[in-house]
């Protein structure tokens, strides 16, 4: 499954909210051999119903009673063998009372027939309305985690695998699409029935249906026919976005060692899909907002990710399957490295470094704003809960330090072993282990112990001296611990590992590089290197596999040197991160040229990133060259970087690309987007001409641009949103609020309001307010992912029973836990942060102040040594 992302700024620091305990699988009365779901939809009246009957080898005699999983469904009657069985149902859960009793290898068929209308989770029955005429019709399922439960009976936890089936019957003109094979259609006048198989086991969650009226477009791998399925004005965005499926079908048969193992590939791509994508078995779902037209292909790379992701699943999470929700991260990092596995297969190794290094700064962003957790607990309220940033990309960096320590050749050898052992089974964290341990010879749980079965990470510090004398290289590691642990707790955070350190020479304008190991394991340790000369840049982690953050304190040339020549890109990126701390011209100098001279865009777009935080005017310079770069995604950076400048020269060059345009959408939507922040920055300072000019050509690009999926009009809308103090922003926005707005951009209105809010009137905030109530109301996910954005931005009251009437009345579980972390942010905003706020808006202005008359000094200063 691909997640939703949600900012992941918060402050409450428990993963563990009230009510969380451990959870289990359930009993089990036997063996769940086949499920088969007979069923006839009625498409206009949301509504569906059918038989769904559950071959059960029941593992002892004399089981009298099965519990299934039923949720707000009907049921008509449960029958075994053409016995009427008595049962009782309570909406949650289904009793069976057998009659007769089970016998031990005899097979029982318990056939229920049952009914449901306008069912709320599970099966989503998708229809244009007054608002949105054009809306498809379709009907698409989502089980993961616990919601089949919803849309058939069923014993609903991934303990249980077994083969499917479903015979659906559909109005003539939709096409149904299902797990496995299609055995058998039949059609009469009205209507079409499709009759699907799954012949190897899998788990209810992973059980499928999607309907719609779409456009069928075949490929193949092997002669594995691969299909995708999109409404039918989007054939050449399929194809855009998908074409790559045969060649990773082949790279990840190779790379798991196990050939792809079902029949048919299908991706349907549908509307309002609550995830990014889901990986039923044979057949993913993904949202159809990941469809490129031709002008996003040029840098977007998400929705191919989405791809590679979903389909790594089709191994690692439906050909072996978890047995607990608690070890998803077998599957979620796993299907989250394959994205750092293709992009290295399809773009090069400098792509995948810099690939990994955002997850790992996804993770530790959770980690630092949110929580910390181990990766696997059995401790939560809804297992839902467990799909953060923790599951994902902290398990796949996870993954990627098992290939540090094993080598590249032993890693695919377990992976292989593990892939083998355990088809169509299902698994546990221990069974990789011992996967692991069987083909290498290598026990990682020391390494499990510290990044898996624990929280964190470790924060080192790494100092650098030379001894001349002694031609000694210094080097001190420290492993920053957080103030609020106590003592006595410090040996349990500290991490023990072998770290690669480098030495690196440049010979004929090409690094060398001197290697050692050092084993790092107390909180601070010295160790000397003898070197038969001074080292020009040191690199701490070679190839900086090991999951960590890391701030370098050497001296300003051994960065700069670092900055050119370490051959590793992340490496580059820390130099450079580190050189911003220092300051001054000479770093600007340095970056600015990186900028140029940098052969990796990945470390262009870091170095644009490092000059936006440097307050000196001389930045502009520089950054302006960068708007000429060739990679749309460094062009991006650039102008996010000019938006931090916030000056008038920084204005006019956004201005330019507004009005000129770009060919990438984010370039253009960067820039809208930074016309409004840096006019709301400078309005205090008496101009507030700029300000109106700003929203003039804001106004213009929301009446004359669009974008793929608005992303256009939405860097209008976040544009507009900063400039908190202006009643006509808030207006405009508002107005991009109602329903029959575009989507993406409706989306985007809702959250802003909570941007938008923090200085407003009290008059406007209680507009503002009012019109977060009303949505709060509608039960699509993405629009209450939305209010409970807005709402965490705003600092008062008002916002919290909003958030807490939504906390009790959504049935989404990731809403629910983000509204109630919503609640202590709001608090926490309102307390004494308030008078903090309106003093760091003086020190701003200060700032601003102290830059231009610093940006003076430092030109001093250079002429006087220049002279
Ligand atoms: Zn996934």
Redesign the pocket.
């Known amino acids: 499954?691909?997640?939703i992302q949600f900012d992941s700024e918060n402050n409450s620091k428990s993963f563990e909210l009230p009510g969380a305990r451990p959870h289990y699988n359930p009993d089990r009365p036997g063996q769940v051999e086949h499920i088969f779901l007979d069923l006839e939809l009625d498409i206009p009246n949301k509504s569906f119903h059918g038989t769904c009957t559950i071959s059960l080898n029941p593992v002892r005699s004399n089981i009298d009673k099965l519990t299934l999983d039923a949720v707000d469904l009907e049921i008509n009657s449960v029958k075994i063998n053409d016995t009427e069985q008595t049962f009782d149902y309570d909406g949650n859960e289904l009793n069976i009372y057998l009659q007769p009793v089970t016998t031990t290898g005899q097979q029982i068929k318990v056939a229920i027939a049952y009914n449901s209308n306008n069912p709320q989770r599970g099966i989503y029955f998708i229809a244009p309305d007054k608002h949105y005429p054009d809306k498809a019709t379709q009907v698409w399922t989502q089980g993961e985690d616990e919601d089949s439960r919803y849309w058939f009976p069923c014993f609903d936890y991934p303990g249980q695998l077994s083969t499917s089936e479903i015979r659906v019957k559909v109005p003539h003109k939709f096409i149904a699409i299902s797990n496995g094979e299609l055995i058998h259609t039949e059609e009469n006048e009205n209507d079409k029935i499709y009759h699907w198989m799954q012949k190897q086991v899998h788990p209810t969650y992973l059980m499928t249906l999607a309907v719609g009226k779409f456009a069928e477009i075949q490929d193949e791998w092997n002669g594995i026919p691969v299909t995708y399925y999109v409404e039918k004005k989007r054939q050449e965005d399929a194809r855009r976005t998908m074409g790559k499926t045969p060649q990773m079908i082949e790279f990840f048969s190779q790379e798991f060692g196990y050939k792809y193992p079902y029949p048919k590939y299908a991706q349907v791509c549908v509307s309002d899909f609550i995830f990014g994508?889901?990986?039923n078995t044979s057949t993913t779902l993904l949202t159809d907002r990941c469809l490129l037209d031709e002008k996003a292909a040029l840098d977007n790379y998400n929705a191919e990710s989405l791809v590679a992701?979903?389909l790594?699943?089709q191994w690692f999470?439906d050909l072996i399957v978890i047995k607990h929700w608690s070890h998803a991260w077998i599957?979620?990092g796993m299907?989250?490295y394959s994205e750092v596995l293709w992009t290295e297969h399809e773009y090069g190794q400098d792509d995948s470094a810099y690939y990994l290094l955002k997850e790992a700064r996804s993770y530790i962003a959770e980690d630092k704003g949110r929580y910390r957790r181990p990766i696997v607990t059995n401790v939560y309220r809804e297992a839902i809960e467990l799909y953060d940033r923790h599951l994902?990309e902290k398990g796949g960096c996870v993954y990627h330090m098992i290939k540090t320590e094993l080598g590249a050749e032993l890693f695919t050898k377990a992976i292989h072993n593990f892939v083998q052992s355990n088809a169509h089974k299902t698994v546990e964290t221990i069974d990789l282990l011992r996967a692991i341990e069987q083909a290498t010879g290598r026990n990682l749980l020391f390494l499990f112990d510290q990044y898996v079965f624990r929280g964190g990470h470790p924060d080192y510090k790494v100092n650098y001296a030379w001894d001349g004398n002694n031609k000694l290289a210094k080097i001190t590691v420290t492993q920053i611990i957080p103030k609020n642990d106590k003592k006595s707790d410090v040996s349990k955070e500290l991490f023990d590992l072998k770290i690669p350190i480098a030495f690196g020479y440049i010979k004929d304008e090409k690094p060398e590089l001197i290697n050692f190991s050092v084993r790092v394991h107390e909180q601070e340790q010295t160790f000397y290197f003898p070197l038969s000369e001074k080292p020009k840049f040191i690199s701490f982690d070679v190839g900086n596999n090991y999951l960590k953050t890391v701030k370098l304190e050497y001296p300003l040339a051994e960065l700069k040197a670092q900055l050119q020549f370490d051959p590793d890109p992340v490496s580059r990126i820390y130099a450079a991160e580190a050189l911003v701390k220092k300051g001054g011209l000479e770093v600007v100098k340095a970056l600015s040229k990186s900028l140029i001279d940098e052969p990796f865009w990945g470390v262009r777009v870091e170095v644009a990133k490092q000059l936006g935080k440097i307050k000196l005017d001389q930045v502009f310079d520089g950054l302006a060259l960068g708007l000429q770069d060739q990679d749309a995604r460094v062009r991006r950076a650039v102008v996010e970087a000019l938006t931090q400048i916030k000056t008038n020269e920084s204005y006019k060059l956004l201005k330019s690309v507004v009005k000129n345009g770009d060919a990438s959408y984010y370039v253009e939507a960067a820039a809208v987007y930074g016309i409004g922040d840096i006019a709301a920055a400078n309005v205090n300072s008496d101009e507030k001409p700029i300000e109106k000019k700003a929203i003039k050509l804001l106004k213009w690009v929301l009446k004359e641009k669009q974008g793929w999926n608005e992303v256009l009009r939405c860097g209008a809308i976040s544009g507009l949103s900063k400039m908190k103090t202006s009643e006509t922003a808030l207006n405009l926005i508002l107005k991009y609020t109602v329903p029959g707005v575009a989507q993406p951009l409706r989306l985007n209105a809702i959250r802003v309001l909570g941007t938008i809010s923090t200085a407003q009137s009290p008059v406007n905030l209680e507009r503002i307010l009012q019109r977060l109530t009303e949505l709060s109301r509608e039960t699509f996910f993405l629009t209450q992912v939305s209010v409970v954005a807005a709402l965490s931005q705003m600092q008062t009251a008002g916002a919290i029973a909003i958030l807490q009437s939504l906390a009790d009345q959504t049935p989404d579980g990731r809403v629910r836990r983000r509204a109630e972390e919503a609640v202590q942010k709001v608090q926490k905003n309102i307390g004494g942060d308030k008078a903090v706020k309106q003093l760091r808006d003086e020190m701003d202005k200060m700032k601003k102040e102290n830059q231009e008359l610093r940006s003076r000094l430092e030109n001093l200063e250079a002429k006087a040594k220049g002279t």
Request: hydrophobic fraction near 25%; charged fraction near 25%; proline fraction near 0%.
């Open positions: 499954m691909s997640n994508g889901m990986e992701h979903e790594a699943h999470g599957k979620e299907a989250t994902y």
